[in-house]
């Protein structure tokens, strides 16, 4: 069983900060974690890119966030980060962890989602 646990969401003024991170807890072994990578939906929009990373460190943003979120990794914790700067109230969302996993298969998981609300 790969559970990815969220956290960091929370509110906040426009033009402030949050980080969100998300770890990932298994029962058994876990051969690799590939691409990592934030999600996140907007009430009444589909679920959107917002950044990933691979195993190697390259990363990629949706053009919306680009130069206000990086994106990070930790592979010794297993835990991958969002740190959003400059945040806008078209940010609000639900921002769900994405990971890309290796055990005997390799599958996606998906965290259950962690709330952004940016107010003006």
């Known amino acids: 069983q790969v559970q990815l646990v969220e956290s960091g969401g929370g509110s906040v003024q426009s033009g402030g900060s949050l980080r969100l991170s998300c770890a990932v807890s298994?029962?058994?072994?876990?051969?690799?974690?590939?691409?990592r990578g934030w999600y996140r939906q907007a009430p009444g929009k589909e679920r959107e890119l917002v950044a990933v990373?691979?195993?190697?460190?390259?990363?990629n943003y949706a053009d919306s966030v680009k130069g206000r979120f990086t994106i990070s990794r930790d592979n010794a914790k297993n835990t991958v980060y969002l740190q959003m700067n400059s945040l806008k109230p078209e940010d609000t969302a639900v921002f769900y962890c994405?990971?890309?996993?290796?055990?005997?298969?390799?599958?996606?998981?998906w965290g259950k989602g962690t709330l952004v609300t940016v107010f003006s």
């Open positions: 990373v691979s195993s190697g460190g390259s990363t």
């Open positions: 298994a029962a058994g072994t876990i051969f690799s974690i590939n691409v």
């Open positions: 994405y990971a890309n996993i290796k055990r005997i298969l390799i599958a996606d998981y």
